[in-house]
């Protein structure tokens, strides 16, 4: 925080810390049912699970009816039946007609 005192200027810094003291126990929390679509085993492989996600949830969506919460619960199916789905070798070797 000194570093930002100095570089950004005292008014800069001082407003933002007036901001967070308002703020700071007045934002409620948030509750994330993940595990209803989204794939979550509290390891390395939800990571690479969520960033294939956000990967895909850029790219053109044709059909009407689709929506990212197909898209998330289409891939945490994925891994549920096959745990090596996004694995390196796999991801090449998709096409888009089939899983694998």
Same mark, same amino acid.
């Given at each position: 925080? &000194?570093? %930002?005192?100095?570089?950004? #200027?005292?008014?800069?810094? %001082? #407003? +933002? &810390? ?7 126990? !007045? +934002? ?13 085993? !509290? ?19 044709? &059909?009407?009816?689709? $929506? ?5 619960? #289409? ?5 549920? !039946?096959? +745990? $090596?789905?996004?694995? %390196? ?6 096409? #888009?007609?089939?899983?694998?």
């Amino acid at each position: 925080m &000194e570093e %930002a005192r100095t570089s950004a #200027g005292p008014a800069w810094v %001082a #407003g +933002i &810390e007036k901001v967070v003291e308002t703020i700071q126990g !007045n +934002i409620p929390k948030v509750e994330w049912d993940f595990d209803v679509i989204y794939y979550f085993d !509290n390891v390395p492989l939800t990571v690479q699970y969520l960033f294939i996600l956000d990967a895909l949830n850029f790219c053109f969506w044709p &059909e009407k009816d689709l $929506s990212y919460d197909h898209l998330a619960l #289409g891939l945490k199916e994925a891994l549920e !039946n096959d +745990i $090596s789905e996004f694995d %390196a070798d796999q991801l090449q070797k998709y096409t #888009g007609s089939s899983s694998s």
